[in-house]
């Protein structure tokens, strides 16, 4: 049997604007409402309670970006926010890159994306605008990423039969899944970006490649996956290993 490729990688930080107010029900939303309740009391306990200073670190964010993260957790909070699909609404480099919007439906399916205020969410699944990393902690729950491990963990073993899963996660998000636990019973690649010493891991400068990758990954499989070469970028596998490496500094 051919096992179909999944990939993870992260929400990004960049929003876009506007939505309706209803949509169609994400594939998580049944089994995970319960949690995203929590995390939405918690969120609007700490916004109504919360010091300036406290709010600007919480967010990462000051002055119109702060204000427009506050309002939007009031949204979210009070059921009001505004709803678009994740491939929309997330802007940064990495999404992209991926070109969501030049994807099937069925294949953005398979971007499955480790979030904050959500858990786990589809590319196709209808979201709020909302700014809400993992590894904040909200009164009384612990770091957010602590918060879905045990939750998301769960789901994806389910999601993973007869599956690959190909993860492009950072740290950050990683640590909201027990990725050892799934590579223990189902078939996860990993993928380091790392300079061209192959020493140091690199950062910022992978976000566009991740995209890439991840979308050559999604269409292609990972049987070409080493022949991808893109600005000085090359990519090796090593059994469950993909090792992508930065282009030589000048």
Known sequence: MTRRLQVLIPPSLGKALGGRRHGRAGVFDVVLEGPRRRVRSALGDFVAHATTRELEATFNARGELLARAIEAANEVVLGRALLTPAWRRYEGVVWSHLDPASLTPALR?????????????????????????MNVRLSPLPSLAHFWRPIVTP?????????????????????????????????????HFVANDEKRAVGHDAKAIKGVLARHVLIDGLGSVEAVQWQGWRVRREGSELYVTAPQRE
């Open 109 to 133: 399916r398979r971007v499955l994306v480790p979030s904050g205020l959500y858990g786990l969410l589809s590319g196709e699944d209808p979201i709020a605008d909302y700014r809400l990393r």
């Open 155 to 191: 789901l994806l073993h389910d999601i993973a039969k007869n599956s690959v899963i190909v993860n492009f996660l950072p740290l950050e998000h990683a640590a909201s899944i027990d990725l050892h636990s799934l590579a223990q019973n189902h078939e996860v690649i990993n993928v």
